[in-house]
């Protein structure tokens, strides 16, 4: 069955760009809408963007100015950058796939990854 | 953007009650409203979409009801494996995709 896994690294720098990676197993990226959601430590969940496997995308416009998501169909995988993080940026970070209605994409999420945590930290 | 406010914050119950958790969206959804289970250290898992109806594999002591602006999430006999955050998350057409502060369910 399709797996997600988020991989990249569990501690970034104030004032740096955070950079991770979510890889689709067991089925193409092609034809759905992948986003990031977060979650700080003991908190709730925050949107951040998606992406359509046509490259389109939209970003929370709370963090819109930060974001960057991009993809690479020829890895079946699809990235998420945040620049300039502060330790409010510290949260697990979680990979997900939107649901589907035969090919029409569905604003819910039932697919994702298992989370990695990045801290923002000197 | 669309705010999602659900209530209680937390509740506590035992094995085998009966416990409603609701969610209210700052307008109207229509029934494009999601709900999720995470226990500690997981990924959320979808239980409920559109508002009422189960997902494949969801037990049905879980319900949903509800359109609009104002939705509720039902489980009947409460199991062990039950207890945990869920999250409500309006799924409109138009972003951002917002989620309910969560609802902890906690044992009695």
């Known amino acids: 069955q399709v797996q997600l896994q988020e991989s990249g690294p569990g501690l970034v720098k104030p004032s740096e760009t955070l950079s991770l990676t979510c890889t689709v197993s067991?089925?193409?990226?092609?034809?759905?809408?992948w986003s990031w959601i977060r979650q700080p430590p003991g908190k709730g969940l925050e949107w951040i963007g998606y992406i359509y496997y046509s490259g389109s995308t939209n970003y929370n416009p709370s963090l819109k100015s930060r974001v960057t998501i991009s993809l690479d169909t020829s890895k079946n995988q699809f990235s998420l950058k945040l620049s300039s993080v502060t330790a409010a940026d510290t949260a697990v970070f979680y990979c997900?796939?939107?649901?589907?209605?035969?090919?029409?994409?569905?604003?819910?999420?039932?697919?994702w990854g298992r989370g990695t945590l990045v801290t923002v930290s000197s | 953007d669309i705010q999602m406010t659900q209530s209680p914050s937390s509740v506590s119950a035992s094995v085998g009650d009966r416990v409603t958790i609701t969610c209210r969206a700052s307008?109207?959804?229509?029934?494009?409203l999601a709900w999720y289970q995470q226990k500690p250290g997981k990924a959320p898992k979808l239980l409920i979409y559109p508002a009422s109806s189960l997902q494949s594999g969801v037990p049905s002591r879980f319900s949903g009801s509800g359109s609009g602006a104002d939705f509720t999430l039902t489980i009947s006999n409460l199991q062990p494996e039950d207890f945990a955050t869920y999250y409500c998350?309006?799924?409109?057409?138009?972003?951002?995709?917002?989620f309910g502060q969560g609802t902890k369910l906690e044992i009695k």
């Open positions: 997900a796939r939107h649901g589907r209605s035969g090919w029409e994409p569905r604003w819910y999420f039932d697919l």
């Open positions: 067991g089925g193409s990226i092609s034809t759905y809408y």
């Open positions: 998350q309006q799924a409109n057409s138009f972003p951002p995709y917002t």
């Open positions: 307008q109207g959804i229509g029934s494009w």
